[in-house]
């Protein structure tokens, strides 16, 4: 039963659902104009020893079990929430956008995603993303490309907008840096290609980079926050892996990170988008707004 399990959630990658998680509803604060930050386009970890993973690459190697070398079959949000990945990763590289509040201030998905620049990013999973979204109009909002990228769609013309096998791609790009491997292993009635993880040192350093950011480093100011940082914290989030990274914590630190990423999360995305001073910023919180409609 587990093995046939395992295949059946093997076969629906990327036709998964987006989680529901009840949304706290707010009064919008008041108008502020969103400025680029011009460090905004690359952020790199500050930890010279790590290797640049990106977002997507981050999120799965949280979700990876280190000696099994996948992700749990209990697991139905991450595919979606590396979809969720590549909008912030697009972002953060200067190539999309949500389109300018207007006077009538608007609802983070009531807004579209506008394409800044097409010019290759050099990933090969958020170029054909990025295609996708320049040759759409007219434009979508972040639910909807988070939606259509996964292949949650009835509309037969919208099909081929599903990036496949992310999660399998993701894989071999770790197995390039190093980080993970690639062996075979048996489940009954047939093989499966599994990616246990190699350079442990690079899980633990991300692992510990997403403790101290709800720990020793936290800030109740979420706009303090590094983006990178602020992004890792709410996509392990919607990818249901957060708790992957803090389970091994004591219990006194584990309270904290878990009272504090809650404290984050529960927030309202439309009331602390509206606060916000950069277009990354402005995405990571309509991602998590994608992520909490009902």
Known sequence: MQQSRFLLFCLQDGMTT??????????????????RDPDDEEEEDTDSKSLRLTLMEEVLLLGIKDKEGYTSFWNDSISS???????????????IHLEPQSTRRRKLLDRRVLVKSSAPTGDVLLDEALKVMKETEPAENVANWIELLTGETWNPLKMHFQIRNVRERLAKNLVEKGVLSTEKQNFLLFDMTTHPVTDGNEKTRLVERLQ?????????????????????????????????????????????????????????????????????EE???????AFNKS
């Open 18 to 35: 987006l989680t529901k998680r009840n949304r706290r509803v707010e009064a919008p604060a008041e108008q502020n104009e969103v400025r």
């Open 283 to 289: 995405m990571i919180w309509a991602v998590l707004a």
């Open 81 to 95: 929430g590396l979809r969720g990945c590549m909008m912030v990763e697009l972002t953060l590289r200067g190539r």
């Open 212 to 280: 101290e950011s709800l720990l020793e480093r936290w800030t109740n100011d979420s706009r303090r926050m590094n983006h990178q940082t602020l992004a890792l914290i709410v996509l392990a989030h919607t990818s249901d892996v957060l708790e992957n990274a803090l389970s091994a914590l004591p219990d006194e630190r584990y309270d904290t990170a878990s009272s504090r990423s809650r404290s984050l999360l529960d927030a309202d995305p439309d009331t602390e988008s509206a606060k916000v001073t950069t277009l990354v």
